[in-house]
């Protein structure tokens, strides 16, 4: 745990909610079977973020 927060405590927290977000609206379109091809733009836009 005390590395983890090492590593996000330079983030801005909304970054970190936006990713969050990101990711979880992924899961769900996964599960409810929509394309694999979300993917890589979703990860992209993660990225961005930071």
Avoid: C, W
């Avoid at 970054?15 to 890589?40: C, D, Q, R």
Wanted: hydrophobic fraction near 50%.
């Amino acid at each position: 745990m005390y590395f983890l927060r090492q590593e996000v405590k330079s983030l801005d927290v909304r970054s970190l909610f936006s990713a969050l977000e990101n990711l979880i609206s992924l899961e769900v379109a996964l599960k409810k079977g929509h394309s694999t091809k979300l993917i890589l733009p979703t990860l992209l836009k993660i990225i961005q973020t930071f």
